[in-house]
Structures are given as C-alpha cells and as structure tokens.
C-alpha cells in the first residue's frame, strides 16, 4: 500500500484498492453496503475498462464481507461528472436519490 493509502485508512478509515492505472477509496457504511468514494485513473488509461475493473475488485470484496448494495456517487458542478456518470451507470448503477450538487447511485450485490 502507498503512503497515500496509509493516510486514507488511519485518517479517515476508508480503504483503498491500489494499481499501477489508479486507485480507488471506498469504506463499509455498514454491514451490507459498501461505498466507493473516489476513483482516479491515469490519464494514459482512460477508457480502458480500469475503473469497471476497480469497482468490480472492491466488489468482490463487500462479497466477501457480505455486502449485498454497492453506492457511488457523482458531484455534477464537479469537472468530469458527465464521464463519471457514465461509468457508474455502464457498471450497472442506478441512480437512488440526488440533491442540489449529488447524486447516490446504487447497485445491488
């Protein structure tokens, strides 16, 4: 894990799935969900699948914890919102609810 990854899980608690491509946070809001908070892919690596890939690891293991909802979110004032929306829902997410700048999309385990 990366110095980064270290700061993340004892500052925070979140967890994070690391690969040369990118990383991803996320954390367990509770027994059954789990939260991918961030994903960041290099940009030489974008729209390769590697964030497909990423939550499709972190999904394997809230499986294994048995976790049956997966959520995410979108920030629209955000820069890349448009492409991260069409991530999360070409991952089969479904948008849950929304607010003013957020949207939770969720996919069920």
Known sequence: MSMYGDYIQEVVGDHIYETDQGFATYR????S???????Y???KFRNQSVASDMAA???EIARA????KMLGSVVPSNQSSAASMRVLL???MVPESSTNNFILFRKDL
């Open 28 to 31: 367990f809001t509770d027994d």
């Open 33 to 39: 969900t789990v939260y991918i908070v961030d994903i």
């Open 41 to 43: 892919v290099v940009p």
């Open 57 to 59: 690891s972190i999904e």
């Open 65 to 68: 914890r048995g976790c049956t």
């Open 90 to 92: 070409a991952y089969g």
